[in-house]
C-alpha cells in the first residue's frame, strides 16, 4: 500500500474517533433521556423539561438528580458514577435548546 493512502486512511480513523467522542454526550441522552425528554422537553411533567432547567445551573446538582433520581425519574447511577459520561451529558443538556 502506498504511503499516502495509509496516511489517509489513519487520519480518518483518528478523525472518526474525534467525532465520537463529541457525540458521546448526545449518544447517552438518546440512548437514556430522549424517551421522556425528547428534544430536551418532558412527557411526564411538562412543567420541567431540561431546557432552561435551574437544575443545569449547577453540575453538581445534575450529578445528584442523575444519581438518586427525583419522583417519577429514575435514578442513573451508572451515568451519575462515570465522571466522563456525566460530563459529555451535562454539556449535551446544556446546549439544548
Ligand atoms: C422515565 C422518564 C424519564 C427519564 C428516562 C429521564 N427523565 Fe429526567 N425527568 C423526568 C421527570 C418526571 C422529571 C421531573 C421530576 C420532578 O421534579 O418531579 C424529570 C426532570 C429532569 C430534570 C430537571 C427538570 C427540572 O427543572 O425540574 C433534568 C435536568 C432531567 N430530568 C434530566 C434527565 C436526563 C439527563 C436523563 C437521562 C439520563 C433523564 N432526565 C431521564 C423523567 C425522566
Known sequence: MNKSILHFIILNILM???????????????????????NGLNKLAPSKPIIGSPILNNFNTFAEQLKYGVGVMPAFPNIANNKEDLKALYDYCIKLK
Open 16 to 38: 472518526n474517533q474525534n467525532l465520537v467522542y463529541a457525540n458521546t454526550g448526545e449518544k447517552i441522552f438518546k440512548e437514556n433521556c430522549s424517551s421522556c425528554h425528547i
